[in-house]
């Protein structure tokens, strides 16, 4: 019973590389998020979205792109890494909205940016 | 703007119980939820309210007041494993979550 899956877990980038973040869940669920969590804030959400083929910004989406070609898969993706980015990421999915109930969250991934 | 208010840390003995406080101001208000996320793992779901009054789920109760903008987590016969961070996080009229920083919670034996 995987839920929802991260990767990779754990990753170091230098300032300007680029990388992806997968995310993938088994629940059949339409909603997907990507979040980021810094120490001493709250969860600040990046992107959503609401359904294959759909992706819309949420909070802070400025440095970041993600794409949702598949229902089960919800990728973000880092053009340009600064520092700023250093962050733990994590995905989410929900059968309906975000504020509409339960969010079943991956494992996160910890990125730093040297 | 939209804030929501939780103490950064607190200590517990096994075996007692601890409250642990949530005061929001958001745009509007359509419900409540508490997540627990232990160091280094995913948050999971504990409860959700948006009537006044509590809920009970075994050992944890969540308690709101909608006109006072308040919620607490209640947890009894505290466990080793309850060490753990605790999320409040309010949907506000856009139905957008509006996350806290979460409360640290320390168990002593």
């Known amino acids: 019973n995987a839920g929802v899956t991260q990767t990779p877990k754990f990753r170091v980038l230098k300032t300007g590389q680029s990388m992806t973040l997968l995310c993938a869940q088994d629940?059949?669920?339409?909603?997907m998020y990507w979040y980021r969590q810094d120490p001493g804030m709250g969860l600040r959400l990046i992107h959503y979205?609401?359904?294959?083929?759909?992706?819309a910004k949420g909070e802070v989406p400025d440095g970041y792109n993600v794409s949702r070609l598949k229902k089960q898969n919800f990728l973000l993706g880092l053009e340009s890494a600064a520092p700023s980015q250093t962050s733990v990421y994590f995905c989410?999915?929900?059968?309906?909205?975000?504020?509409?109930?339960?969010?079943?969250f991956g494992e996160g991934s910890r990125l730093t940016v040297l | 703007g939209q804030n929501i208010d939780q103490p950064t840390e607190m200590t517990a003995t096994e075996g007692a119980i601890v409250q642990i406080n949530c005061t929001y101001q958001?745009?509007?208000?359509?419900?409540l939820f508490w997540y627990q996320q232990h160091a280094g793992e995913a948050p999971t779901f504990l409860s959700y309210?948006?009537l006044d009054g509590l809920e009970e789920k075994g050992r944890f109760s969540s308690f709101l007041s909608r006109s006072k903008g308040y919620s607490y987590l209640l947890l009894k016969e505290l466990q080793m494993k309850d060490s753990a961070s605790y999320l409040c996080?309010?949907?506000?009229?856009?139905?957008?979550?509006?996350w806290g920083a979460g409360t640290k919670l320390i168990i002593k034996p």
């Open positions: 989410a999915s929900s059968l309906a909205g975000e504020g509409s109930g339960e969010l079943f």
């Open positions: 309210n948006v």
């Open positions: 958001t745009s509007g208000f359509n419900g």
């Open positions: 996080a309010v949907r506000d009229s856009n139905y957008q979550l509006i």
């Open positions: 979205s609401v359904g294959e083929g759909t992706t």
């Open positions: 629940m059949n669920h339409e909603y």
